[in-house]
Every structure is written in C-alpha cells, then in structure tokens.
C-alpha cells in the first residue's frame, strides 16, 4: 500500500509568506499526485494535478513540483483567502487514490 | 455549469444499511469515471470507491469492501453507493466526484452526512 505523509502537519504564517507544504509517497508515483484546498466547511478544490499542472482558475502563486516520492507545493506569496488544510492526493498505487493527512496553513 | 448533488444521507443504527444517491448535471456523465469520497468530522478526505465510465471496472477501498457497493445509472445521470453492515466509524460526509485525467477529482458535490448510532 502506498502511504502518503506531509510536513509540516500545521504551519502558522503571515500574508505575504512563501510557504512551502512537502508531501512524501512510501513508494515511487511517478507524477501521479494532486494537491487539493479544503477551508472550513466548504468541499475539497483541486488546485494542482500531475504534481505540477495548475487547474484551470488557480492563481499562479500557486505551484507545485517533484516526481517519484517527494513532493512540494509552494504558495509565493501567502494571500488572506489561502488559510486553509492543504491535502496532496496520489492516483498512482494501491490503495488506489490515498490522500495525505493534511497541512493546516493558519495565521500567525 | 457543473453539478453534482447527493442525498441519501441520515442517521442509522450500527448493522443498518442506507443507500446514497448522486445526480449529476453539466457534463456528459456517461464520458467520465466517478468517485465516492468520504469525510470523518475533524479528518481527511478518504477516498472509498471508483467506478469507470461505462461501470465494468470497480475499486474499493479495503475498509468498505464486501459491504458497499457503487453502481451507476448512465441514462439517468445517477451515480450510487449502497451501503450495509454500516458500523460507527462509518460516519463521515459522502461526496460524489468527478474523476478526471486520469482519477484527479476536479468536481466535488456537496455532501451528504451519513450518522451511524445507537
């Protein structure tokens, strides 16, 4: 089975911040990961699929990087609408379509 | 505009069965694959079940497997997950979503809540 960590589990920055969010596969995906949003109560947005291609409406201080087992996800310039838990997705393996445990971006 | 909208949702006693139900607008249903997944209160996403477009290939994750079961109506543009044997850590917000090159889930419903009670 394919496991998915992230780090930092919880992150406390300010707006304006370059923050960077790293999710680790147990195993190589290839490119096969995605990175959702999820704000309090509102449904998950895709916001980076293939590791590194931006969904279609995401503000380009988002991106994303990193193949096989390490990946990261940066947001350039942190923006009050950011705050949120921050999930990485991998479509690789089995269990076919795991998700990390989540990174909370709060503010500091 | 896309849309997914569950129900099905409510409150049932641990062994009870429930099924949800998912319509979809927006999108030609019958050209994409789908997804359930699941949201415990205060958890992470967990993905619980995939089927493809035409519905002759389904997965499951290992913790529902035997006990739910995904099916599809295409004509009907209806996605459902019958659910039985539901047991307390079963409890969680379902959302359909849209499986999309190759199973990213670019649309997400809105949820339905599923309790599992005495």
């Known amino acids: 089975d394919i496991q998915l960590t992230q780090s930092p589990s919880f992150l406390s920055a300010s707006v304006g911040d370059r923050v960077t969010i790293t999710c680790r596969a147990s195993?190589?995906?290839?490119?096969?990961l995605a990175w959702y949003q999820q704000k309090p109560g509102k449904v998950p947005k895709l916001l980076i699929y293939?590791?590194?291609t931006l969904q279609n409406g995401v503000p380009s201080r988002f991106s994303g990087s990193g193949s096989g087992t390490e990946f990261t996800l940066t947001i350039s310039s942190l923006q009050p609408e950011d705050f949120a838990t921050y999930y990485c997705?991998?479509?690789?393996?089995?269990?076919?379509?795991?998700f990390g445990p989540g990174t909370k971006v709060d503010l500091k | 505009e896309v849309q997914l909208v569950e129900f099905g949702g409510g409150l049932v006693q641990p062994g009870g069965s429930l099924r949800l139900s998912c319509t979809v607008s927006?999108?030609?249903?019958?050209?994409?694959?789908m997804n359930w997944v699941r949201q415990a209160p205060g958890k992470g996403p967990e993905w619980v079940s995939y089927?493809?477009?035409?519905?002759?290939?389904?997965y499951y994750a290992d913790s529902v497997k035997g006990r739910f079961t995904i099916s599809r109506d295409n004509a009907k543009n209806s996605l459902y997950l019958q659910m039985s044997s539901l047991r307390a850590e079963d409890t969680a917000v379902y959302y359909c979503?849209?499986?999309?090159?190759?199973?990213?889930?670019?649309?997400w419903g809105q949820g339905t809540l599923v309790t599992v009670s005495s």
């Open positions: 979503a849209r499986g999309w090159f190759p199973n990213y889930f670019d649309f």
């Open positions: 293939a590791a590194s």
């Open positions: 927006g999108f030609n249903f019958r050209e994409y694959d």
């Open positions: 089927i493809r477009s035409s519905g002759n290939t389904i």
């Open positions: 997705q991998q479509v690789y393996g089995y269990p076919l379509y795991t």
């Open positions: 195993q190589g995906i290839n490119s096969y």
